[in-house]
Structure formats: C-alpha cells, structure tokens
C-alpha cells in the first residue's frame, strides 16, 4: 500500500484520486483471487463501482446475481491471469 501523501490526496484530479483510493485499499468491496487452480493466490481488492462504469463485462458480473459477486464484500475467484497483469487491468 502506499502512505498517504502529505498533502490532501482528494483534491487531486479524480482519476488520481481513483488511484489513491484502489492502491490504498480504500472502501474497496470485491475481492478478486487471482493465481493458478493449484497454487497459490494474491487478493487483489477493487470497487465495483469504478469495474462496473469502465467495463460492460464488470457490469454483467456484478448485475447477475451471481453468488460471488454480491453482498458487501464480494469475492471472485480468477484463475487465468497472473496477479501483476489483474493489478494493470484494473489501473
């Protein structure tokens, strides 16, 4: 995580700001499991709400009512990218 800046991060530029919040793990509300079926995972946090406005494939995952994609804290399991790319995709 990154240490909050001497200076108040949200008067920054909203997309900033964005970036601020997602690296800091601020109000996130899903939880993606990113790493391989038999190996070990990463917990990558993220806000729905940003995936669901930037991707129409977020906004069918959360709007679906799937189990894992609701409730206060969501979790969803991604076995088909390595964390470091997950992390670049929800930059």
Same mark, same amino acid.
């Given at each position: 995580?990154?240490?909050?800046?001497?200076?108040?991060?949200?008067?920054?530029?909203?997309?900033?700001? /964005?970036?601020?919040?997602?690296?800091?793990?601020?109000?996130?509300?899903?939880?993606?499991? %990113?790493?391989?079926? &038999?190996?070990? $995972?990463?917990?990558?946090?993220?806000?729905?709400?940003?995936?669901?406005?930037?991707?129409?494939?977020?906004?069918?995952? /959360?709007?679906?009512?799937?189990?894992?994609?609701?409730?206060?804290?969501?979790?969803?399991? %991604?076995?088909?990218? &390595?964390?470091? $790319?997950?992390?670049?995709?929800?930059?």
């Amino acid at each position: 995580m990154t240490s909050r800046p001497e200076t108040d991060w949200q008067s920054e530029n909203l997309v900033d700001s /964005f970036q601020f919040m997602l690296d800091n793990e601020i109000s996130t509300d899903v939880c993606f499991e %990113v790493g391989p079926p &038999d190996g070990p $995972t990463v917990n990558i946090w993220a806000h729905k709400v940003v995936l669901i406005a930037c991707s129409p494939v977020f906004e069918a995952m /959360f709007s679906s009512g799937m189990a894992e994609c609701s409730g206060p804290e969501a979790k969803v399991r %991604v076995e088909d990218i &390595d964390s470091d $790319t997950f992390k670049e995709l929800l930059k």
